[in-house]
């Protein structure tokens, strides 16, 4: 039987709608630092409206852009499958860490609207079946949330945690996976986890998981210098090729669970 922990309450809400080639570094799996300012080959960019949110990475970074306009389920994200793509092997156990800092630069919001930096895992390009964790802002009709809060989606079906309010808008994000548990892990380097056990197994039935990280949302302007990610690491796991670059819309949050069929 599937086991869902999470530690924050559950709802589906739309309100925090929101987961060069780089040489590894010493002891890690893989890891792009981004300091070359070009997209590796590891990884395909996603804008669905790019004048309103867009990802870039320059001066050592993968900063956000985003206006405030444009459309709730609006992704900018890095995907795992490029030319020379991954996906991680769920027979061994994985981590993988992101660094992000989040700040909006002016708040053009209706009730219901949010931005959010997301960080996931996901079994198809379409997100049908993917999990991830964000940090971000929300315009919950009496007032603006910000923290970090986990989703998952199973066949295209979402379930979402209400956000934790005392997570630091700049941090790690963190992502671990034990296959003898089935438990996927999601959590910040100030304290915030949540548990996901029995989902990817499970529920999903699946062997690897592509990776991806961005933005996602509206209602919320920001841009690179305020809010951005940075030194993208897996420290442990088995990488498994992705020969042939798979069709762009892997994970993005819908609420923060990854990318939905359009």
Same mark, same amino acid.
Request: overall charge negative; hydrophobic content about 45%.
């Given at each position: 039987?599937?086991?869902?922990?999470?530690?924050?309450?559950?709802?589906?809400?739309?309100?925090?709608?929101? !987961?060069?080639?780089?040489?590894?570094?010493?002891?890690?799996?893989?890891?792009?630092?981004?300091?070359?300012?070009?997209?590796?080959? *590891?990884?395909? *960019?996603?804008?669905? &409206? !790019?004048?309103? %949110?867009?990802?870039?990475?320059?001066?050592?970074?993968?900063?956000?852009?985003?206006?405030?306009?444009?459309?709730?389920?609006?992704?900018?994200?890095?995907?795992?499958?490029?030319?020379?793509?991954?996906? %991680?092997?769920?027979?061994? /156990?994985?981590?993988?860490?992101?660094?992000?800092?989040?700040?909006?630069?002016?708040?053009?919001?209706?009730?219901?609207?949010?931005?959010?930096?997301?960080?996931?895992?996901?079994?198809?390009?379409? @997100?049908?079946?993917?999990?991830?964790?964000?940090?971000?802002?929300? &315009?919950?009709?009496?007032?603006?949330?910000? @923290?970090?809060?986990?989703?998952?989606?199973?066949?295209?079906? *979402?379930?979402?945690? %209400? !956000?934790?309010?005392?997570?630091?808008?700049?941090?790690?994000?963190?992502? +671990?996976?034990?296959? +003898?548990?089935?438990?996927?892990?999601?959590?910040? &380097?100030?304290?915030?986890?949540?548990?996901?056990? @029995?989902?990817?197994?499970?529920?999903?039935?699946?062997?690897?998981?592509?990776?991806?990280?961005?933005?996602?949302?509206?209602?919320?302007?920001?841009?690179?210098?305020?809010?951005?990610?940075? &030194?993208?690491?897996?420290?442990? @796991?088995?990488?498994?090729?992705? !020969?042939? /670059?798979?069709?762009?819309?892997?994970?993005?949050?819908?609420? %923060?669970?990854?990318?939905?069929?359009?």
């Amino acid at each position: 039987m599937m086991s869902i922990t999470l530690k924050q309450p559950i709802a589906v809400v739309a309100a925090f709608a929101f !987961p060069a080639v780089a040489l590894a570094g010493p002891g890690a799996v893989f890891s792009d630092d981004f300091s070359d300012g070009v997209i590796g080959l *590891q990884w395909t *960019q996603l804008a669905d &409206n !790019p004048l309103d %949110l867009a990802i870039i990475e320059e001066n050592g970074q993968v900063g956000v852009m985003a206006n405030g306009f444009g459309a709730l389920t609006d992704d900018a994200l890095y995907l795992s499958n490029g030319s020379a793509g991954f996906r %991680l092997s769920t027979a061994d /156990p994985f981590n993988m860490q992101l660094d992000y800092s989040y700040a909006t630069t002016a708040d053009v919001s209706s009730p219901l609207e949010g931005l959010a930096l997301v960080f996931g895992v996901g079994v198809d390009t379409d @997100g049908q079946d993917s999990a991830a964790i964000g940090f971000g802002t929300a &315009n919950a009709g009496i007032g603006n949330l910000t @923290g970090a809060t986990v989703a998952f989606r199973v066949d295209d079906a *979402q379930t979402v945690s %209400l !956000p934790d309010t005392t997570v630091s808008s700049t941090g790690t994000f963190v992502i +671990d996976y034990a296959p +003898d548990t089935d438990t996927l892990t999601f959590s910040t &380097n100030d304290g915030f986890s949540d548990d996901l056990t @029995g989902l990817v197994q499970g529920i999903w039935g699946t062997d690897a998981l592509f990776v991806s990280f961005g933005a996602r949302g509206n209602g919320f302007a920001t841009d690179q210098f305020n809010s951005f990610f940075d &030194n993208f690491v897996i420290n442990t @796991g088995t990488l498994v090729a992705v !020969p042939e /670059p798979a069709s762009v819309g892997l994970i993005a949050f819908g609420g %923060l669970a990854l990318r939905r069929r359009r």
